[in-house]
Structure formats: structure tokens, C-alpha cells
């Protein structure tokens, strides 16, 4: 098989989609490896790394596209590549498609077979494409947040850790999985007091269990945000509903309760966001006020750590992408149904359930697809 990665155009995204060490895996396979001059200058890998272990360089990504048989990215296709995909290719990517109609639309009507890191899963019910970024991402949430916060970014004026005789920022973490565990451990570490809310009852148990005093918790509701949001100098959206849309958790109206210059930090926007308020930004301009409250949106964050963020996702992705590769797509995903749970469009058919929910369009069973 050839495997094709471009460069990333989404602005600001420094990520690449293969590796060096991916594209040495795949070669020593025997398939073929093509990846556009300097998609991987961003996360540190130049062309000659790409070079040495057997891949080729092509000159424009439109030679990329029209070659592979299986398009390698990090981010979801953009509209001038959208128009570059095909039927009979198979697209490895993030799609986040429950928000993003167009693109939903655009990839039906090229008969791509469009497979989504995000909602492939594992044995334990995780989605382990999604967990790398999620770790970047809630890692990388209160850091951003405490540069919201800062008064010249339009931010309360607030130290996360506070000094002797004042207190610490007060941070509220809603949702208590990947992202937002690891986003309440470094607002923690950070000095900060934190409150992680979820409903999930063993998972609050968990996070009592494994960090003690370090956070405290709650079970999540509109009753506990009201009482909590007026005291809060940082709240992080770390809620994620798989293949879906995220559900909106604070209102415009809330907003009025809650301190002037205080931080939202919507880790969940590339899902559409769990904030009434909330729509996506770019590294070049993250912050916006509304209401007198700033909303830290950036619909890519882990590409502003693009090498660690490339190699991390780079070490999820691989053993899937060589199943891919070595079997071909019907039958990887028959053999796997954690792979097929990320089958996302077939020759022009939606194939997963929620994103049908959320747009309104019809959809089959991914096993289905793989008859067509």
C-alpha cells in the first residue's frame, strides 16, 4: 500500500500525521511511504529524517493526495483537501464530525472511507487515539488558562498558586476523565485550588482514591456549578460524549454570575464545545471576551507542543495504521472491532450513529459498510 502524509494547513498546526519511526515500520512492511517536503518540519523531522528510512518526499500535497491509497493526518481535512479525496481512499485522521457539517457533507459526497481516531476504542471501553492528545490537552489547560488569567491578556490579575497571605485561584474542572484528570493534577500542582466535578460516581471514587487531597471532587450539577462558578477564577471543559457533540454545560446567563476576568477554557470545542459561549480560535488569536469573561477556545491546543504531541500521537496510531496498511481496510476493521468503531463515512454513507444523531443525516451500521 502506499501511505501518503501531507503537511498540515490548518493554521497554526505544527503536527505531522507519520512519524520517522512510523514510516520506518511502515517500509520494513513493504509498503510504500510518500510525505510532503517539510510536513514534519514543524514537529522537528525534516525531510532527510524522512529520507533514511526509506520514505519519499513529494513536492506538493496535491501529489500526495492523488497518490495514496491511505491519506495519513492529524487534523481533519481542510476544504481544499476535502476536494482532493476520493472513493476507494482510505483517510486516517481526527474528524470530529458531529459539529462540522460541512465537512460531514464534503467527505460523503467524495466516497472516501474516513476513519476517525477519535472514536476508535479499546477493550476497556477507552479510545486510545484520543487519550494521547487528551493527556496534552488537559496538561496544557491550566497553563493557558493561568495566561488568561493574567491581567495584560484581559484575565482577573491572579497567581494560580497565590503567595503567603493570598490565596491561591480557585479552579473548576468539569468532567473527570483523561483531560480532566490531567488537567486538575497540574492545576494542582500549580498550587491552585481545584474542584473536579463528573457524574460518574466510580470514577469520582477513583480520583479520591488515587488523589487523595491533592483535588477535591463533585458530582456534577447545575445546583453545585451555580454554587461553585461565582468563586471561581478558571473553569475547564474537559466533557467529551464519543462521536458527539458536547453538551453545553454553562450558559450565557451564567456567565453573569461569575467574576469579572475569569477564564473558560473549552477543551472540548473541537466537539462544538461545552460552553453556550464558546467558538473555536487558532493559537494566532485564543482569547475572546464575552460578557467580561475570557473564553480560551483553540480548537488544536496540542499543536502548540507539536513534537511532543506528534511522537505521543505517533506511537498510538502506528499499530493501527500498519493493520490498515498489511491487511487493508475491510479487513482490519473486520478483524478489529475497536478499528471498526472508527469507520466514520463509506462510499458516500454516514457509519457512525451519533454524528447521524447531531447532524440529522441517515446512517448505516459500520459492519454493514464493509459488504459495500
Given at each position: 500500500?502506499?501511505?501518503?502524509?501531507?503537511?498540515?494547513?490548518?493554521?497554526?498546526?505544527?503536527?505531522?500525521?507519520?512519524?520517522?519511526?512510523?514510516?520506518?515500520?511502515?517500509?520494513?512492511?513493504?509498503?510504500?511511504?510518500?510525505?510532503?517536503?517539510?510536513?514534519?518540519?514543524?514537529?522537528?523531522?525534516?525531510?532527510?529524517?524522512?529520507?533514511?528510512?526509506?520514505?519519499?518526499?513529494?513536492?506538493?500535497?496535491?501529489?500526495?493526495?492523488?497518490?495514496?491509497d491511505m491519506v495519513v493526518k492529524v487534523k481533519e481535512p481542510q476544504a481544499v483537501e476535502r476536494k482532493r479525496l476520493r472513493e476507494g481512499q482510505v483517510l486516517f485522521t481526527y474528524l470530529h464530525l458531529a459539529p462540522d457539517e460541512p465537512q460531514t457533507r464534503d467527505l460523503l459526497e467524495s466516497g472516501v472511507t474516513a476513519i476517525a481516531y477519535e472514536?476508535?476504542?479499546?477493550?476497556?471501553?477507552?479510545?486510545?487515539?484520543?487519550a494521547p492528545m487528551s493527556e496534552v490537552a488537559g496538561r496544557l489547560a491550566p497553563q493557558v488558562g493561568a495566561w488568561t488569567l493574567q491581567k495584560a491578556n484581559g484575565g482577573r490579575g491572579v497567581l494560580m498558586g497565590g503567595v503567603p497571605g493570598v490565596g491561591p485561584a480557585k479552579v473548576?474542572?468539569?468532567?473527570?476523565?483523561?483531560?480532566?484528570?490531567?488537567?486538575?493534577?497540574?492545576?494542582a500542582g500549580m498550587g491552585a485550588d481545584v474542584t473536579v466535578l463528573d457524574r460518574s460516581l466510580p470514577r469520582l471514587r477513583y480520583l479520591d482514591d488515587v488523589f487523595g487531597g491533592t483535588f477535591r471532587n463533585g458530582y456534577s450539577s447545575a445546583g453545585?456549578?451555580?454554587?461553585?462558578?461565582?468563586?471561581?477564577?478558571?473553569?475547564?471543559?474537559?466533557?467529551?460524549?464519543?462521536?458527539?457533540?458536547?453538551?453545553?454545560?454553562?450558559?450565557?446567563a451564567d456567565l453573569g454570575i461569575m467574576k469579572p476576568g475569569a477564564a473558560l477554557v473549552d477543551?472540548?470545542?473541537?466537539q462544538g464545545g461545552c460552553f453556550e459561549t464558546s467558538r473555536a480560535t487558532t493559537h494566532h488569536d485564543p482569547v475572546y471576551e464575552v460578557d467580561g469573561i475570557m473564553h480560551y477556545c483553540v480548537a488544536n491546543m496540542p499543536g502548540a507542543v507539536a513534537r511532543t504531541s506528534t511522537i505521543a500521537l505517533g506511537n498510538a496510531t502506528m499499530p493501527f495504521m500498519l493493520a490498515l496498511a498489511d491487511k487493508g481496510w475491510r479487513k482490519a476493521c473486520a478483524d478489529d472491532v475497536h478499528l471498526l468503531a472508527g469507520l466514520n463515512t463509506h462510499a458516500g454513507q454516514l457509519t457512525y450513529e451519533a454524528v447521524g444523531e447531531a447532524l440529522r443525516i441517515e446512517t448505516i451500521p459500520a459492519a454493514d459498510a464493509l459488504k459495500v
Open positions: 500500500m502506499r501511505i501518503g502524509c501531507p503537511k498540515e494547513i490548518k493554521p497554526q498546526e505544527f503536527r505531522v500525521g507519520v512519524t520517522p519511526n512510523a514510516a520506518l515500520e511502515a517500509v520494513n512492511h513493504g509498503h510504500e511511504v510518500v510525505i510532503e517536503t517539510n510536513a514534519g518540519l514543524g514537529a522537528g523531522f525534516d525531510d532527510d529524517a524522512y529520507r533514511a528510512v526509506g520514505a519519499s518526499i513529494l513536492d506538493t500535497a496535491e501529489e500526495v493526495f492523488e497518490t495514496a472514536t476508535v476504542t479499546d477493550r476497556s471501553g477507552g479510545l486510545p487515539l484520543l473548576i474542572v468539569i468532567g473527570g476523565g483523561v483531560v480532566g484528570t490531567h488537567a486538575a493534577k497540574i492545576a453545585l456549578l451555580a454554587e461553585l462558578l461565582p468563586q471561581a477564577d478558571m473553569v475547564v471543559g474537559a466533557v467529551l460524549i464519543p462521536g458527539a457533540a458536547a453538551p453545553k454545560l454553562i450558559s450565557r477543551v472540548a470545542i473541537d
